[in-house]
């Protein structure tokens, strides 16, 4: 089997070109664009700041933080209820969006397959899909969220008494440098299993109208038989995304940063970059579809998006 990966990406292309410039229409662009917000909702770009190492400031305070942070806890009660309802409420919050974007997902991708801009029909029609596609992904975050807890745990408290009952006080250099090797590890491992659900296992939900498991099942099956193309295809996807924030960044400053603050506005932001949404929803369409017929899809050429299910 010949498996092509820049084909589907010039045929994604091609497809948002047609269907968001020819011609182009600004009510579809909302329509369709807040679909994607509510699909990227728990997926958007996040920025990460950096801060200066004090030079006085030991790794024996740095790999103590944890324990001083919670004696700081406990003797400021005040302060400590006050994080704690930061806490629930962030959790809610985070239930909240990862639902909304669940059933977002296959809004979007319906309103992708039939180039078209409806909000309320593939809510409704999707709904089981969508709160199953939910569950799972309440319960992947969940197992995350324990396996990185434990983890950052887990290197602190050794970190720690390695520091401490080192006689010269050396930096355990071989911990740090094998504990950051196994996070990355593990958070490429993360980062695969969730773009395989967003680019492969949602369609395949989305064509056969079944849950999420059954839909790993039949991923699977493909993946045990292709590793290597859907492994590369994440990393094209990588660079992809990598280029399309570089472009962002240089139509940013080409509009004297004007178009920096509309991308900070939620939703502005997606109908801005709405291109690249669509491209990237309609080149996982196409990847996948190269492995079976039966995942194809879109509708024939001559079909319009009128005779699709609604």
């Known amino acids: ?118 909000i309320a029909k593939p809510w409704k029609r999707y709904r089981t899909e969508g709160n199953s596609l939910f569950l799972w992904r309440l319960c992947f975050a969940l197992i995350c969220i324990g396996l990185f807890t434990s983890y950052i745990i887990f290197f602190f408290t050794t970190a720690y008494h390695l520091y401490k009952d080192s006689y010269n006080e050396a930096v355990p250099v071989f911990l740090i440098v094998v504990m950051s090797f196994l996070f990355i590890l593990t958070a490429v491992f993360v980062g695969f299993i969730s773009m395989f659900l967003n680019n492969f296992v949602v369609p395949i939900m989305y064509k056969k109208n079944i849950k999420t498991t059954q839909a790993w099942s039949r991923f699977l099956s493909l993946l045990k038989r292709y590793p290597f193309h859907f492994i590369l295809y994440g990393f094209i996807l990588f660079l992809l995304a990598i280029l399309s924030v570089i472009a962002v960044a240089v139509a940013g400053l080409l509009t004297c940063c004007v178009g920096f603050l509309l991308l900070i506005i939620p939703y502005i932001g997606t109908v801005v970059t709405l ?36």
Do not use: C
């Open 1 to 118: 089997m010949n498996i092509e990966y820049f084909e589907p990406f010039s045929r994604a292309w091609n497809r948002m070109k047609i269907a968001l410039f020819k011609p182009l229409d600004l009510h579809k662009w909302f329509i369709m664009g807040f679909s994607a917000f509510l699909a990227g909702l728990t997926e958007g770009p996040r920025n990460s700041g950096s801060s200066g190492w004090r030079k006085n400031t030991s790794f024996r305070e740095f790999f103590d933080f944890p324990n001083k942070a919670w004696e700081w806890l406990i003797s400021h009660p005040g302060w400590f209820i006050g994080i704690v309802f930061i806490v629930i409420f962030l959790i809610i919050l985070g239930v909240i969006l990862i639902w909304l974007s669940s059933r977002g997902k296959f809004m979007f991708l319906d309103n992708v397959v039939h180039d078209r801009a409806e």
């Open 275 to 310: 291109p690249i949404w669509y491209t990237f929803r309609a080149f996982s369409l196409e990847f996948l579809a190269q492995f079976d017929p039966e995942y194809e899809l879109f509708p024939p050429s001559g079909e319009s998006s009128a005779s699709a299910p609604a």
